[in-house]
């Protein structure tokens, strides 16, 4: 095992998001892939879309690490992961027909909370009763799933293969889901037995996937292998770290990288955070830079802002340094991954956030106390657009010289090198200035 403090050798790279989901992060972890062995999901669950372009065709997954369409690539499922089974093995059909074999290279952690049809219902009751003060969730039984995990009654991947306990465990979860959803909420329950019995006819088929992660990306850290640990959702959505009670459930900071997969800090060389070169938001909850004007309508029209797992339309607005300057922080960021950068193309003129008006004041770092987060007016600064296009340039020299200005203000607003820039959705559409897997 790699001493810890010495990290000179360490070949693992984490990818995360550092604005609030939806930052691009499916492609360049495509892109990466092919330099890697092995690509782990370590959080979340199917309420993540990652959309991959793979020889034309779009591709979205929600649970698969986005480097299974590498051949070659060994893909792991940590135990941070919310699994709903159902999603996985609809996915893997999908690769499969599409001529992609994942076998030998596709494992699942048997400590992964198994997400049941219960979790969905009740996610979605919950919405229906907040009504207002909804948090706008995607419906998947996510924040559920971990209440269960983090009150000891979730049920597990591994428990499958002892049907007796595991019929008896989910029962017990059921029995309380039931109780919430039929007396608390006045939804219809959900039948314990017709879930066990389709759940444990999937437990032959994931039987040979499961495996041990964190002894796996031991080994793979021995050997000296290139590991990407794949985030989902970004650090604004993290279960501390974001806008509060607007959140997702899980750790989307890198440090969940290690928590929900076993990996030893010391397999970890760099933290790259993916930022889209203005910001989105799905979902309820604050956002300062939100645009509803003809621009925003513009940034969501050119950029096909909506979600890839409910459809929903996304929020649009500018780039919010100050945000993403908290999020670097947060998530042990080292260097940025813009994306959707020619969505800017034409938008004349620019304005990036670089701090807020808040209580009679002006600060540049993010309000600790949520309810002032809400009150927050971006102050801006403003930069003129530029012409042509930067749509699949694949050299910095090549980019009109404002967009170069433009990503060099943002590198020096939030302190950090951009190492890539993306300019379209297909892989090859990347500016690579320097690849995380070198030096
Ligand atoms: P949940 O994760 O379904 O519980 O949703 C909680 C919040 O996270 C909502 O605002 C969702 O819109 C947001 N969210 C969850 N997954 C994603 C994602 O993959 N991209 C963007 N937003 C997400």
Redesign the pocket.
């Known amino acids: 095992m790699t001493d810890f403090r010495d990290q000179t050798t360490a070949r693992g790279i984490v990818l995360i ?1 550092a604005q ?3 930052e691009g992060k499916g492609k360049v972890v495509d892109l990466l892939a092919g330099r890697c062995d092995a690509v782990v999901r370590f959080q ?2 199917h ?4 959309t991959v372009i793979h020889d034309g065709e779009t591709m979205v997954l929600h649970l698969l690490p986005s480097g299974i369409l590498n051949p070659g690539v060994e893909c792991l499922i940590g135990n941070g992961v919310a699994l709903y089974l159902p999603q996985f093995f609809k996915e893997l059909e999908s690769i499969r027909q599409r001529g992609v074999d994942p076998a030998g290279r596709l494992y699942v952690s048997p400590d992964c909370p198994l997400i049941f049809p219960s979790h969905m219902a009740l ?1 979605q009751a919950r919405e229906r009763h907040a009504g207002r003060g909804r ?9 559920p799933a971990y209440e269960d995990k983090a009150a000891r009654r979730a049920v597990r991947a591994g428990e499958l293969f002892a049907p007796r306990a595991f019929r008896r465990r989910l029962a017990a979860a059921l029995d309380l889901h039931n109780f919430m959803l039929e007396k608390y909420y006045g939804a219809e329950p959900v039948n314990p037995k017709r879930v066990a019995d389709e759940w444990l006819a999937m437990a032959d088929e994931l039987r040979p996937l499961v495996a041990d992660v964190a002894a796996r990306l031991e080994t793979l850290e021995t050997e000296g292998r290139a590991v990407l640990f794949e985030g ?3 650090v604004m ?1 993290d279960i501390d770290h974001g806008t509060y009670p ?5 750790s989307t900071v890198a440090a969940g990288a290690l928590a929900g997969s076993g990996a030893h800090l010391a397999q970890l060389r760099e933290v790259v955070g993916v930022v889209k070169a203005y910001t ?6 604050p956002f300062p830079t939100e645009l509803q004007d003809e621009v925003g309508r513009r940034l969501a029209r050119e950029g096909a802002e909506w ?4 459809g ?1 339309a ?1 929020r649009c607005g500018w780039f919010d340094a100050v945000a993403v300057r908290g999020a670097a922080q947060r998530g042990s960021i080292g260097s940025l991954c813009i994306t959707k950068l020619d969505v800017l193309d034409g938008v004349d003129p620019l304005r990036i956030c670089t701090g807020y008006q808040v209580d009679g004041g002006k600060t540049d770092v993010r309000p600790a106390l949520m309810n002032r987060y809400a009150e927050c007016v971006p102050c801006y600064e403003q930069m003129d657009g530029w012409g042509g296009s930067t749509r699949g340039v694949t050299r910095w020299e090549d980019l009109p010289q404002g967009a170069r200005a433009y990503i060099e203000r943002l590198e020096a607003l939030v302190g950090l090198e951009a190492c890539i820039v993306s300019t379209g959705p297909a892989r090859e559409e990347t500016i690579i200035r320097r690849h995380p897997f070198d030096s």
């Not at 309420?47 to 990652?50: D, E, L, S, T, Y």
């Not at 607007?246 to 899980?250: E, K, Q």
């Not at 989105?280 to 909850?285: A, C, H, K, L």
């Open positions: 998001g609030w989901g939806d979340g669950g309420n993540a879309g990652h996610d948090i706008g969730t995607t419906g998947r039984g996510i924040g989902a959702q970004g959505l607007y959140v997702t459930s899980s989105t938001r799905v979902g309820e909850g979600g890839a797992t409910t929903r996304r």
